[in-house]
Structure formats: C-alpha cells, structure tokens
C-alpha cells in the first residue's frame, strides 16, 4: 500500500511569488491536513478537508488556501511569499480505522521544504 | 480549543537505559485520540504509540509504553532499553476524533511543541 506522497519535495521560490504544493493521501483515506513545521513555532495546524469540503482551519493569514478534489488529493497554495512562509509543510492523510475508531491513526508523508528567498 | 505542551525541550538517554517525556494536555472533550510520534533526522513523522481515552488500560508497543492518566490529562511516554535509532524528536499530539462516514471530520492534530531525545552509546 503506497504511503502519503508530497510533491515537490524541494522549493525555492522569491519574495512575492506564489507556490502550490501537492498532496497524494493514501488510497482510501478521505481527510487530509495540512502542517506547517519551523523550529520557532514548531507544528501548526493549517486545514483539513473531507470529502472536498474544508472542515477545519487554522490561525493562517488568507494567502494560504487549499483544496481538495475527488479522488482525495489536496493542494495547497500560498500567494504572495513572505519570508517568514519558509517551513517544511507536511501533510497527513487519517484513518478512522476501524468503526469503534480504535487504530485511527494519521499517516505523513515525507514533507515539502519551501525556502523563500 | 485544545492544547498540549511538552515541558522537556531536551532529553538525553545512555543506550538500554529507561527514559520518560512528558505531555499534558487540556480539552473540555471526553472522547478523545492522544499520539506520540517519533521524527528523525529525516523529517519523516512516523507514529510510535496511540490511546484512547475511551480505553483505561494504557497502551503499549514493545519498548514503547504511555502512563494515560485521563483525570490528570497527562500522557507521558517511556521508552525501555533505548537504542540508538530512538535519537528524535517526539511530538505529542492530540486528536478530539477521528474522520467518520457521516460526512464530518476532525482529524486535525494539535501538537506540543517537541522533545528532542537523544539516546547516547
């Protein structure tokens, strides 16, 4: 069974461009969040989407958006790069598990490095 | 809104020796998902152990046990015969519940802010 894949897994991108990010979950799995990891303000919740609908959000300015198509795949975009944007983003893709909810776990993929220069 | 905190930043280990990290966490939620996940150097978060606060009994896999204390809302992790391989940084985290079928979902994670464990030979 293929894992969480996150495309590209490099970026370098300027002040004031912007940048979409991809998210493959794993096949199955409707709910896909998003992370953003620096080591001043360690893992922050972004959003999450089910079923195409983006169920929850985070404390993120409105340049950052998402969204999620039908065959659960996800994308993030951040407009108008600021410095401050440069973090590894991770997403997660979760599981209930079983119906008793036991095994719900959430399964990472590898990370996209954006440095905004 | 949930939070949790991890009040170790730093935590070293001699190799086979016991450690414990920390984390508390604070929800108004009675159903709930607590996690600890391991990440290396490599950045891949990987997950180590799960309860739920459904369940008393606490969880275990191989070397890696948690102390639930639910009343308290502290969840601590141990780690016996520590190896080498365990050098990472745990995060704690929490989860109110998981996706369900019926069209909701609350699969957001809040995390601590990390323990950076470091396991020496």
């Known amino acids: 069974k293929a894992g969480v894949t996150q495309t590209p897994r490099y970026l370098i991108k300027t002040r004031g461009q912007q940048v979409t990010l991809s998210c493959s979950p794993i096949s199955g799995h409707r709910s896909v969040s998003w992370y953003q990891q620096t080591p001043g303000q360690g893992l922050q919740f972004l959003f999450e989407?089910?079923?195409?609908?983006?169920?929850n959000k985070g404390n993120f300015p409105g340049r950052f958006s998402g969204r999620q198509f039908s065959n659960s795949r996800s994308e993030m975009n951040v407009s108008t790069l600021e410095l401050g944007d440069s973090a590894l983003y991770l997403c997660a893709s979760t599981t209930r598990g079983r119906q008793d909810g036991s095994n719900t776990e959430a399964f990472f993929g590898q990370g996209t490095r954006l440095t905004v220069v | 809104a949930q939070t949790v905190t991890q009040s170790q930043p730093e935590m070293s280990v001699q190799e086979a020796e016991t450690v414990t990290l920390s984390c508390t966490y604070d929800t108004s939620e009675n159903n709930y998902y607590l996690f600890w996940y391991k990440q290396p150097p490599s950045r891949q978060m990987i997950l180590v152990i799960r309860q739920e606060a459904y369940k008393q009994q606490n969880a275990t896999e191989n070397r890696f046990s948690v102390n639930f204390q639910k009343a308290a809302k502290s969840f601590s992790l141990k780690i016996s015969d520590s190896q080498l391989g365990d050098t990472a940084m745990y995060f704690c985290a929490f989860m109110r519940t998981p996706p369900n079928a019926g069209g909701t979902s609350y699969g957001k994670l809040t995390f601590g802010q990390g323990t950076i464990l470091t396991v020496h030979p």
């Open positions: 989407y089910f079923s195409e609908t983006q169920r």
